[in-house]
């Protein structure tokens, strides 16, 4: 599918800001949606809005399948074994917390061990720094290189026998680093912990197949990959959900209940307490498929080489600092001399153009960088060449009005 065709499928983008086109280079915060999700959720509440699981007629029977079948097309989309292993959450922030009380804090002791990074977004951060609080355990960080990259001999030094748990994010959505995470996954099975990866920057981006990431948990959020707010995915090794009590309880994820005691329902089920996403987990299943009639591959691919001509246009800038490695996903982090990033945000909307500006969720990785905030520009299938050249003249223009500061 061309560029061109592709752009025709999100409306959104269709429409001046401040008199100029509208140029999205924020998608690593939230993606825009594709014509075929806002249809299928449309679809949703026109024609089979109802509950899931509790009725018996037909408007619950289809929004029952639709919901089931929304979980094996992510169950298939990410390679798990089972459907079992697919559980609903709010997002990746949510999927995480509940790996974080549901078997951090019930498995760990005084000095146990969980190892993250500095460059964990703050819901791959917090969740553990409570868990360690909570249990006695101790917060380890893997040292980054230089660039932003991690080595896996300071993988190797940083985990022990002590190590339970080994968190980190699959990709930056800060310096863009693609970690190594099968081969951690192996130094921390090696010595006896698991791995939990928070997946939100990379499945919107690349395959992901989490039996081959030999991941132990996996977490990732719909609104990053086209899809809707609201809804994300905690996959789970079975084996490990089955002995995992828990967070929310009430409505239909229980089996039975008696006066003093209940007892949950099997898998999935006994994770998703209340009334669930069901609209979004037809948003969700829409945007896999409009994904796939892609292909993950070439949208790596072209996000790949957007970001490498960003860095090549982006560095003809004088004055201009920018953080993380060469071989990168399709996002770049910058400042632009002592300007503010919010500053610089302000005049680049002012060109039309959305970029992030501030500490991305991820304030310990801005104090190892030395600074207290970036602006950051990213890009997805629906972004163009044109694009980073109307973001180089933006900031271009960014530095003549603040000309008296660079």
């Known amino acids: 599918m061309s560029i061109s065709a592709i752009r025709s499928q999100f409306p959104i983008l269709d429409q001046e800001v401040n008199g100029h086109p509208l140029v999205y280079?924020?998608?690593?915060?939230?993606?825009?949606?594709?014509?075929?999700?806002?249809?299928?959720?449309?679809?949703?509440?026109?024609?089979?809005?109802?509950?899931?699981h509790r009725g018996v007629h037909t408007l619950g029977t289809r929004a029952t399948d639709a919901f089931e079948g929304a979980r094996e097309k992510i169950r298939a989309f990410i390679g798990a074994k089972s459907s079992k292993?697919?559980?609903?959450?709010r997002g990746t922030t949510a999927a995480l917390n509940l790996v974080a009380h549901s078997y951090a804090r019930?498995?760990?002791?005084?000095?146990d061990e969980i190892v993250i990074t500095p460059m964990e977004h703050h819901a791959n951060l917090i969740p553990w720094q409570q868990a360690a609080k909570?249990?006695?355990?101790?917060?380890?960080?893997?040292?980054?290189?230089?660039?932003?990259?991690?080595?896996?001999?300071?993988?190797?030094?940083?985990?022990?026998?002590?190590?339970?748990?080994?968190?980190?994010?699959?990709?930056?959505?800060?310096?863009?680093?693609?970690?190594?995470?099968?081969?951690?996954?192996?130094?921390?099975?090696?010595?006896?912990?698991?791995?939990?990866?928070?997946?939100?920057?990379?499945?919107?981006?690349?395959?992901?197949?989490?039996?081959?990431?030999?991941?132990?948990?996996?977490?990732?959020?719909?609104?990053?990959?086209?899809?809707?707010?609201?809804?994300?995915?905690?996959?789970?090794?079975?084996?490990?959900?089955?002995?995992?009590?828990?967070?929310?309880?009430?409505?239909?994820?229980?089996?039975?209940?008696?006066?003093?005691d209940s007892t949950w329902k099997e898998l999935p089920w006994k994770f998703e307490a209340g009334t669930m996403p069901i609209a979004e987990s037809v948003g969700l299943a829409a945007a896999i498929d409009?994904?796939?009639?892609?292909?993950?591959?070439?949208?790596?691919?072209?996000?790949?080489?957007?970001?490498?001509?960003?860095?090549?246009?982006?560095e003809t800038i004088e004055g201009?600092?920018?953080?993380?490695?060469?071989?990168?996903?399709?996002?770049?982090?910058?400042?632009?001399?002592?300007?503010?990033?919010?500053?610089?945000?302000?005049?680049?909307?002012?060109?039309?153009?959305?970029?992030r500006a501030g500490h991305h969720c991820a304030q310990p990785l801005m104090k190892w960088l030395g600074v207290s905030s970036t602006a950051r520009a990213s890009f997805y299938l629906y972004n163009t060449t044109d694009e980073i050249d109307a973001l180089v003249e933006g900031l271009k223009k960014t530095k003549e009005y603040f000309s008296d500061v660079l």
């Open 106 to 111: 019930a498995k760990l002791t005084e000095g």
């Open 134 to 260: 909570a249990t006695g355990a101790t917060l380890k960080y893997i040292p980054l290189q230089e660039d932003g990259t991690i080595q896996l001999e300071a993988v190797r030094e940083t985990v022990t026998d002590r190590t339970k748990i080994v968190a980190i994010a699959h990709v930056s959505n800060v310096l863009g680093t693609i970690n190594p995470v099968k081969e951690i996954a192996d130094i921390a099975h090696d010595n006896g912990a698991i791995i939990v990866v928070d997946g939100a920057q990379s499945t919107p981006h690349m395959k992901v197949d989490v039996q081959d990431l030999n991941a132990d948990f996996f977490a990732f959020s719909g609104h990053k990959m086209s899809g809707p707010t609201g809804i994300g995915v905690l996959y789970g090794k079975q084996s490990l959900l089955e002995n995992m009590e828990p967070l929310e309880t009430g409505g239909e994820m229980i089996d039975f209940v008696d006066y003093y």
């Open 320 to 355: 201009i600092q920018i953080y993380g490695p060469r071989d990168r996903v399709g996002l770049v982090t910058f400042n632009l001399g002592d300007v503010h990033p919010h500053d610089v945000a302000t005049v680049l909307d002012a060109e039309g153009i959305a970029v």
């Open 25 to 52: 280079l924020d998608s690593a915060a939230t993606s825009q949606k594709p014509i075929a999700v806002i249809e299928a959720m449309d679809r949703y509440y026109r024609e089979y809005n109802s509950n899931i």
């Open 85 to 89: 292993e697919i559980i609903y959450t």
């Open 290 to 314: 409009f994904l796939q009639d892609i292909g993950l591959d070439a949208i790596h691919q072209h996000e790949t080489a957007l970001a490498t001509y960003a860095l090549e246009r982006l």
